[in-house]
């Protein structure tokens, strides 16, 4: 995962071998967004105590409107947590170690 800023956009990029995506937003800015599982949301990314955290918030009526928060754990490892609105129990976490 890279995070990257430069005159107050900002790029997230995560690659996989299966995948690569590529968020770009500007701080408190309001988006349109697909995500990786094809959902259409409009977006709001921003940066609380530390943490950037990003509100996705469904289109279309079924889908689930999501919150995702990264987090530095010392100076090598990223955790992102991300949660499902209505549904406490499930949760996501997955940590990016710096190489």
């Known amino acids: 995962m890279e995070v990257s800023e430069e005159g107050g956009a900002w790029t997230i990029k995560t690659s996989t ?7 770009k937003f500007k701080l ?7 995500t990786p599982d ?3 949301v409009t977006a709001v990314v921003t ?3 530390g943490k950037i955290v990003t509100v996705q918030k469904a289109k279309k009526e079924g889908q689930k409107s999501t919150k ?5 754990n010392g100076a090598d490892e990223m955790v992102y947590t991300m949660t499902v ?3 406490d ?3 996501c976490v997955q940590k990016f170690k710096r190489v």
Request: aromatic letters at 6%; charged letters at 50%; hydrophobic letters at 25%.
């Open 17 to 23: 071998t299966l995948k690569t995506m590529e968020l």
């Open 28 to 34: 408190g800015e309001e988006f349109e967004e697909t």
């Open 38 to 40: 094809g959902r259409e």
């Open 47 to 49: 940066f609380e105590d």
């Open 68 to 72: 995702s928060v990264r987090e530095m």
């Open 85 to 87: 609105d209505g549904n």
């Open 89 to 91: 129990d499930l949760k």
